[in-house]
């Protein structure tokens, strides 16, 4: 395991958890990683808050963000974002409408978006 890299609590509770977690992580690109991560930890804590569902699978949730960086279909929002000078590198939306699909579909789920940034403010609880 890298040092420089960050786990979350819920994916390094054994060095086995954390070897599943690596061997995930080795799909894609190594300059991808620390944000899976990051983006898997703030999923974990908005489900903590209560602004999500809470997490009950932080692998599968891990696998889910690597197989969505892969195909380019991880949704906006301000998950794995971290304040270090240059934003990380972020998968986009490969149709313009994806977005809009994408807002309609959390729009039906209760959320508020945010109509300028397109990002989820607020979660039906």
Do not use: C
């Not at 903590?48 to 009950?56: L, N, P, Q, T």
């Amino acid at each position: 395991t890298p040092p420089s890299l960050r786990f979350p609590a819920e994916l390094s509770k054994s060095g086995r958890q954390k070897g599943y977690a690596m061997k995930i992580l080795g799909k894609i690109p190594d300059t991808e990683h620390q944000f899976a991560l990051d983006w898997v930890a703030d999923r974990i804590a908005a489900g903590k808050k209560g602004a999500v569902d809470e997490v009950v699978n932080p692998i599968g949730l891990l696998g889910w963000v690597v197989n969505s960086i892969l195909n380019d279909t991880l949704p906006e929002s301000s998950y794995g974002l971290r304040n270090s000078g240059q934003p990380p590198s972020r998968p986009q939306l490969p149709e313009p409408d994806g977005k809009r699909l994408f807002e309609a579909h959390m729009r039906n789920l209760g959320a508020e978006i945010d109509p300028e940034t397109g990002l989820v403010v607020r979660a039906k609880g």
